[in-house]
């Protein structure tokens, strides 16, 4: 079993829809959570991070259920430029160290 | 502020030979973290430097790989000698080590092993 799974997607919408990918870690230890975007052919960059009490940045919001191990990320009114691969990483531990990736949920959003 | 800075940004090699790769983290970072992403897989984590020395490496999948950071500041990873597997995108990131686990990355090294 993966310590992070996505559904790979692809996920095609409409510009403005709502669009919700989730993702579940097997540690139940782990610390820090977050989702991270990756373009084609370029390095990831960190969306946000997820916290347990929900967290939301904009047309972004990011839920996380530890009992659950289930981690979720919400895209209100998607925009053309929303058109990535959202990626699940979890830390083992907080603070500096190794992260653990998700394989990635495709978006592809068109006019 | 520069950003994470990694050479080559493409090389393409033969099986048997050996290849460098080389990361400049931003400055001031004392993390810093190799990755690899192989074809259809997700990303990986290789090894961990603070400053010079190796925290954690229970990512490196063989004796071929050897990552080295002298000084504590750049690091180069070399593989030798290089097999077709070894083929992938090598990302470098880097965190400052204080009160934060942001990692940044850079833009990766496309490896292809002939």
């Known amino acids: 079993r993966k310590e992070v799974e996505q559904d790979p997607g692809p996920f095609n919408v409409p510009e403005g829809a709502t669009v919700a990918f989730n993702c579940t870690y097997s540690n139940s230890a782990s610390q820090s959570f977050f989702w991270y975007r990756q373009d084609c052919r370029k390095e990831p960059k960190l969306l946000m991070s997820v916290y347990s009490s929900g967290n939301e940045d904009g047309r972004f919001t990011a839920q996380l259920n530890r009992a659950s191990q289930y981690i979720s990320l919400l895209i209100r009114d998607s925009k053309l430029s929303d058109s990535a691969t959202y990626l699940c990483v979890v830390a083992p531990s907080g603070g500096y160290n190794k992260l653990i990736f998700g394989a990635g949920t495709r978006l592809a959003v068109h006019p | 502020e520069a950003g994470v800075t990694q050479f080559p940004s493409h090389s393409v090699i033969e099986k048997g030979q050996t290849v460098t790769l080389r990361c400049d983290p931003i400055?001031?970072?004392?993390?810093l973290y190799w990755y690899r992403r192989v074809m259809g897989k997700e990303i990986k984590f290789l090894l961990h430097f603070v400053k010079e020395s190796k925290q954690d490496e229970s990512g490196m999948p063989n004796n071929r790989f050897l990552a080295e950071r002298t000084g504590g500041t750049y690091s180069t990873l070399k593989v030798q000698p290089a097999e077709l597997e070894d083929s992938g995108v090598y990302f470098c990131?880097?965190?400052?080590?204080?009160?934060?686990?942001?990692?940044?990355f850079g833009p990766g090294t496309r490896l292809t092993v002939l």
């Open positions: 400055s001031g970072h004392d993390n």
């Open positions: 990131a880097s965190s400052p080590g204080w009160n934060t686990d942001t990692q940044y």
